[in-house]
């Protein structure tokens, strides 16, 4: 993948100025669709697999929010990033928790009362407090994960009571290759959850991201009422796994 990368570096540096280009204007149009405008809604580059090389000269573009979904590979690109604002957006298992502690401003993926736990007892350890968002399986998936729906509710109430966490607001990912009109709706139903916790009153008044939408549906998660969108592919092109993946 690395030669390749290098064969290659104009292209894809030429590419990601155009796909930023592009990504920024259909983001300001769906915003202005929905009554807000493009200030309001936060782009986080899904950087996974992609160099940090490349991701720098994303960086230099103006991308200035990243998201990382493996531990390992964040790590490993970590010291050869330029000065981003770096989240966590991936699965995350409660022992690799200490590695993240303190160098992500967010993590964005906390589903169970176990993970919630963790961070919490790691950042009260460090002297810390983790801002997470609380990850909602929208679509009931068994592969996915993400706390039920029914049981949002309640995780919702135990964070708001954990010290050392900070709950900033809801992630989702809806199943794919739905429908628009399907897709929507999931989106829709995610809105709906976040105004209503929003709406309740919590410790800490700080419910202000609804992190939805991906390169496929971005625009449209926006429409719904996404101020958050995590955008990969459509930034960096296609994905390259290295073989065994
Ligand atoms: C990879 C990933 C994205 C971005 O996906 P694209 O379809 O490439 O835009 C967003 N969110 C999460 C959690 C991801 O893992």
Not at 8 to 27: A, F, H, P, S, T
Not at 130 to 140: A, K, M, P, R
Request: aromatic share 6%.
């Amino acid at each position: 993948m690395t030669e390749k990368w290098s064969n290659e570096w104009g292209q894809k540096c030429r590419d990601l100025e155009e796909n930023w280009k592009y990504v920024q204007e259909e983001i300001a149009k769906a915003a202005l669709r929905a009554g807000k405008t493009a200030e309001d809604i936060t782009l986080l580059a899904a950087t996974k697999t992609v160099p940090a090389a490349v991701v720098n000269h994303g960086i230099r573009l103006g991308i200035r929010h990243i998201g990382e979904n493996r531990v390992q590979e964040f790590l490993s690109k970590e010291a050869d990033l330029l000065p981003c604002d770096r989240q966590f957006i991936g699965h995350l298992q409660t022992n690799k928790v200490r590695q993240l502690i303190g160098r992500v401003s967010m993590i964005q993926s906390v589903d169970s009362e176990k993970l919630l736990a963790e961070i919490s007892r790691l950042s009260l350890a460090n002297g810390l407090c983790t801002d997470i968002l609380l990850e909602v399986n929208i679509g009931g998936e068994e592969s996915k994960s993400g706390v039920a729906p029914e049981a949002l509710e309640e995780l919702a109430a135990k964070a708001a009571q954990t010290p050392g966490v900070r709950v900033r607001g809801l992630m989702a990912i809806p199943p794919a290759g739905r429908s628009s009109a399907e897709t929507r709706h999931y989106f829709e139903k995610m809105t709906q959850y976040f105004i209503d916790m929003r709406a309740k009153k919590s410790d800490n008044g700080t419910m202000d991201y609804l992190s939805m939408g991906m390169s496929a549906d971005y625009a449209l998660a926006i429409e719904a009422g996404a101020n958050m969108v995590r955008v990969g592919s459509a930034l960096f092109g296609a994905r390259e796994y290295p073989a065994g993946r």
